[in-house]
């Protein structure tokens, strides 16, 4: 019974937030990727930035904290190709926030997808799951693989939130 | 009458005689330390009959004791043939003739095959390594990339690089003017 109370409460939540009519025109793709660290390994032929220590990845009102940053370029060694966190990544953006042990962001089609007990929260909502897909412009998440687990407060100023 | 004549002209003759300045040097000397100092030179490094690299420099001064060269407005380019060469320029530079290090300074600037571009203070090309290295804050500028950190180890065999505390800008391509 608990179960299916649940279950009834991540699909009211998943509907939440596919009919969010927030979505806002994705901005993140453009906007300069601003990166600190404590080291950079740097690799011509992988086509690879390696950034070390303390990262800390802001762009427009997300900011990205994790161990190890690898931003890797296409074939030109120009543009961007992929993104990905390694280790203790939390996502801060307004007052959403992720967290997980792996993240791959996708600049382009402005998601990051959040794996290794990844969590997202918006106020006291909280959503968990194997794999979370987190919205960057849209504002919302959808949880993938394994079991769903989402804690909602209805009554509460957030309710209906998109974590 | 004729001896007071004679006289006058002697006198004459002596006083511009000492008037007359000794003609200048026309070669300075060149201060005790130096034993050698070139105009226009080029040096050129290679190892196992591969060239490693060449560096060109407008005034060259040789100092024996310490075995060093100390050249003005310098132009090192680092060969290499996989990853293209680099290319340095610098106000001054040492060349050590038994490490064949280069330290490079003053207003140092450099620029990779792929289009990087460096600026720094001092740069030391390390020959054992054959790696650029700083210990100064280095600003680096590429295609839709700022950055710019300390300590860089840039291996310009590999073109690996290394930087410590980085602070790094780059713009999306969508991005870009």
Redesign the interface.
Known sequence: MKAMKRMAAVTALLTLLAQSGLAAAPTH?????????????????KKT?T?EGSVVARQGDLTLYTDKLV?SYGES????SKVEAFGHVRIVQGDREAVGAHAVYD??GGRIVLDGSPRVMQGKNLITGKEITYYVDEQRSVVTGGRVEATIYPGEKDAGAKP | MAVAGAILVTATILIRMQRTKSPRLAIQKLPVQIDVSLQAIRFTESRHGVKQWDLTADRAEYDKNKGRTSLARVNLTILNSSAGEIRVTADRADYDHASKNVSLSGNVQGKSASGLHFTAPQVRYVAARSTLESPEKVNFRGEGLTMEGVGMEWHTKSHKLKLSKVEAEVQPEGARR
Request: net charge neutral; proline share 4%; glycine share 8%.
């Open positions: 793709g453009k906007e300069p990727l601003k990166i600190k660290s404590n080291e950079l390994h740097a690799d011509n032929e930035a950034f931003i060694g120009k543009d961007l600049n382009k």
